[in-house]
């Protein structure tokens, strides 16, 4: 009977442990200003510095997350005309701008945010016809 009011005690402990870990978690949560995004240009700990670009989005499909396109002009010498590029880039698309396909975007170069992304959108500037 001892042992099962002890095991009893300690499911007990254990549930008061986990609901206090829970509180603490909430608390943390309610700490952070704005969107709670750490890699936010506003909100978070990210410094945009380097290359700043005007492009579209062409797919936002993964949360905080944003596939753009860059047109490029290179000079080809060979035939004294411009050549038509584009650049493909991957980009942080944070919590509070939330940029949706077909966005022109402002975005700006960061630090290593992940394995892909160096760039994280900064505004909007308006949308694609
Ligand atoms: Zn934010």
Redesign the pocket.
Known sequence: MENAHKKKEIAEKKGQTEKVHKEEKKEVKLDLK??G?RK?P???NVSVRGNVFRVTVISAKVPKNAIVTRSLAKYVKKFERYKKMRSRLNVHN???INAKVGDIVEIGETRKLSKTKNFVITKIVGREK
Do not use: E, F, R, V
């Open positions: 704005g969107c995004d936010c506003y909100h978070g944070p919590l509070c």
